[in-house]
């Protein structure tokens, strides 16, 4: 076997055990809604023990980019509120079972809003359960140069670079979005409030000219 037949079994073999096993990386699951005004809504996330859950929340748009946060744990209690937020982050250590997160804007009886939320989850899966040696599966390794661990340390610091370069271009997104939202809003703020100051000053320069129109008619009037 020549050294390019080694590197294929190698980086096939590579690719088998990452299939079978899976490096420990953290789950990322992002979501957007829009929340009714005078409406709460929640969601459940089932988590294992000496697990870690972090949650992140953000008022993409809606009056006052509000809303109070709830996280209650698998018994029903209540872990931490927050009150008229536009944003958050919070991060626990879970035990098994069911997290209740809820989102209120029943304090708000017009405007909806439009909320982004992102839960990473880490050390769901534990890499002791139906371990099995990946190296069983490497043939000729002993022709390379390279040893197998530096490979799979490095392919897995890789995807974990990609994965948080992921999460953070999803929290880019979710920023710009919010910021489109106060610049569209605020661009219809300056559009009316310039129409209402032309429409007053059309009336003022209406009523001035009306005004001096009137007292020369009423001079001449006046004479004899």
């Not at 804007?105 to 909320?115: A, D, G, L, Y």
């Amino acid at each position: 076997m020549g050294h390019g037949a080694a590197l294929i079994t190698l980086v096939a073999a590579i690719y088998s055990v990452q299939h079978c096993r899976g490096f420990s990386q953290a789950v990322d699951n992002d979501f957007t809604f829009t929340l009714p005004a005078g409406r709460k809504e929640c969601f459940f996330q089932t988590m294992k023990r000496d697990a870690t859950l972090e949650i992140e929340y953000q008022v993409l748009d809606g009056a006052s980019l509000d809303v109070d946060f709830y996280l209650f744990s698998p018994s029903g209690e209540l872990l931490l509120s927050e009150e008229r937020q536009s944003d958050g982050v919070h991060t626990l250590e879970t035990v098994d079972g069911d997290y209740q997160f809820c989102f209120d804007n029943t304090f708000s009886h017009i405007s909806e809003k439009v909320i982004f939320f992102e839960l990473i989850l880490d050390h769901m899966g534990e890499e002791s359960e139906e371990q099995e040696d990946w190296k069983n599966y490497v043939t000729g390794t002993d022709l390379l140069d390279m040893k197998l661990e530096d490979i799979l340390e490095t392919i897995s610091s890789v995807k974990g670079r990609l994965g948080k370069s992921l999460q953070i271009q999803t929290l880019l997104k979710a920023f710009e979005a919010r910021d489109r939202n106060i610049q569209e809003s605020n661009y219809d703020r300056v559009n009316f409030w310039s129409m209402v100051n032309l429409v007053v000053m059309v009336v003022v320069c209406i009523t001035q000219v009306y005004m001096l129109k009137s007292l020369f008619e009423d001079r001449r009037k006046s004479r004899p």
